[in-house]
């Protein structure tokens, strides 16, 4: 009778981390395993885009790596079971996943991993081979056998295009980083340290980011339009409604306020060439596009120089980095194609641009549908700032609170009838700057087409509606200090006079998750309430 060969225990296909370059950055997610009880993939991902841990973890294991020292990722168990390692192959064009061998794991990746937060440490069954020596073995004789894409359908989605190569890649990365950084932050006069975190730089009004333009070079900033007549704005105002103007700093004369662009930033984006721009999407009401959600209230069917409105100011729940949740003016005009010109202008909380979760005075344009060119407040050539007080994407202080005070920007887009520009005006008749005419195609003759309101993004993240809110987080039934508001909304005509709104209309995407409500009195004018919670029992 032969001896029976002792059976070798089932070894499970444990969930794996694909490291790859999305656009120019490195990011990672978790990739469920194959096995039939598994949970089905895909896992809900973890874009830490160059952040130090890429962490995945599932049915009690957390699988770890340092993307800016290590070769391999090393793992954790809470069950104390040995861990697997794993390894990037190079020069693929593609994400890769390798499993290894769960027992070649080295003293020296327990001593390394040790600073992860976990009930039990990870156990090596062979000190005497190296992870050096395991990853260049695997490197030698695995193929590429598995590719990994972010779930569709999401804002965030991005083309899978490279594979990492570790140092070489993150190198010129970074110099690239550096580069676009040195062009982008223009030399301070001064600069003062916002409560927040955000440097505020004092750039020579010659010298910011607009002058790089080849038809600006050379040129100064032009003198103050002449403002809408109707307009019932009082004097200029210094309160800025900035909370980088609470240390009582401000920029001298002659100079503008620039929050500066850091590495942070940008490793947040999807690539240099995006960073600072919005998705492409389709901007017309009726029908929503990746994922965005809109309560606004809207005019059309006439040629407009202009709009007007007061924006009700609160800090909404953003709950998903590749979400947002903003309150603006829109100025359209073109198609809804390719050509679309948008000028943008309001408050937004974006974890994704900004890194937090304040409030910020925001602008926008874009000629062609946010394809190629536009970007958010001063991030390209385009936009020129006249005012030295306002600092645009800076955080927006104070803020409303749900049965307290309440506190809202005004915000007015309009049309110098002598020259063409785009002005912007912020606050208590502040003048911010201008959008020269040449940027646009439609947007040089007239708008055909005024938006007021709130927008989100859902990722749907964890396969139902997001928690984001809009506007106060509060439906608009609630009322003056629970539901955000616009109030005294106009727009300016052909002859430069300001009007009320005449044949609105109004649309809610999603009125179970965000809704609104309009009305019209002698002290407001025309306005609305609007927003919500976003996910709740009626928008699962």
């Not at 829109?330 to 641009?353: C, K, M, R, Y």
Request: glycine residues 8%; aromatic residues 10%; charged residues 20%.
């Amino acid at each position: 009778m032969k001896d029976k060969k002792p059976s070798k225990a089932k070894q499970t296909k444990d969930p794996r981390i694909s490291l790859c370059l999305r656009g120019e950055f490195l990011s990672c997610l978790c990739v469920g395993n194959d096995e039939a009880e598994a949970v089905k993939p895909p896992i809900t991902p973890h874009n830490l885009v160059f952040s130090p841990v890429c962490c995945c973890s599932r049915l009690g294991l957390l699988f770890c790596m340092d993307l800016k020292t290590d070769s391999l990722p090393f793992a954790k168990r809470t069950t104390g079971q040995p861990c697997p390692s794993y390894q990037i192959t190079t020069g693929q064009p593609q994400c890769i996943q390798t499993q290894g061998n769960p027992t070649q794991q080295t003293k020296s990746r327990r001593k390394h991993s040790s600073h992860m937060a976990s009930s039990s440490s990870c156990p090596s069954s062979s000190a005497a081979v190296s992870t050096f020596v395991v990853f260049l073995t695997l490197a030698s004789v695995l193929s590429p056998s598995f590719s990994a894409h972010a779930p569709t359908g999401s804002a965030h989605d991005l083309p899978v295009n490279q594979t990492f190569q570790p140092g070489r890649h993150s190198q010129g990365l970074k110099g690239r980083i550096n580069a676009y950084l040195r062009k982008i932050n223009k030399p301070a006069v001064k600069t003062i340290q916002s409560p927040d975190g955000d440097l505020i730089d004092c750039v020579l009004t010659h010298l910011q980011p607009a002058f790089d333009h080849p038809e600006l070079k050379g040129q100064k900033p032009l003198d103050p339009p002449e403002r809408p007549r109707g307009n019932e704005s009082e004097e200029a105002t210094a309160h800025a409604f900035q909370l980088w103007t609470d240390s009582g700093e401000s920029c001298p004369e002659g100079t503008i306020p620039v929050r500066r662009t850091t590495e942070k930033d940008i490793l947040r984006a999807s690539s240099i060439q995006r960073f600072g721009r919005k998705i492409r999407r389709n901007v017309r009401r009726d029908s929503t596009g990746a994922g965005h959600e809109h309560a606004v209230v809207f005019v059309n069917g006439q040629q407009y120089f202009g709009a007007k409105a007061s924006i009700n100011v609160w800090s909404p729940s953003v709950t998903d980095t590749y979400e947002f949740s903003l309150s603006q003016v829109w100025v359209i005009s073109g198609s809804f194609g390719n050509d679309l010109n948008t000028i943008e202008a309001g408050w937004q909380v974006s974890p994704l641009l900004y890194g937090d979760k304040n409030p910020r005075f925001f602008t926008y344009w874009t000629t062609d549908a946010y394809q190629a060119t536009g970007c958010y407040n001063l991030l390209c050539s385009g936009f020129v700032q006249t005012n030295n007080k306002i600092a645009i994407g800076a955080a927006i202080s104070p803020r409303s609170s749900y049965n307290g005070k309440q506190f809202d920007i005004g915000v007015m887009v309009w049309k110098d009838p002598k020259h063409g520009h785009w002005w912007l005006e912020f606050g208590s008749g502040l003048l911010v700057g201008y959008w020269p005419a040449f940027l646009f195609s439609h947007l040089r003759s007239h708008a055909d087409m005024v938006q007021f309101g709130g927008e989100i993004v859902n990722t749907r993240s964890m396969g139902f509606h997001t928690s984001t809110q809009m506007g106060s987080g509060h439906f608009a039934e609630e009322g003056f200090g629970k539901a955000s508001y616009f109030r005294n909304l106009q727009v300016v005509d052909w002859d430069n006079n300001l009007l009320p709104l005449s044949n609105l209309h109004i649309v809610a995407d999603h009125p179970n998750c965000y809704d609104i409500k309009q009305g019209r009195n002698n002290v407001w004018g025309t306005y609305f309430y609007y927003g919500g919670p976003g996910r709740n029992v009626r928008c699962p």
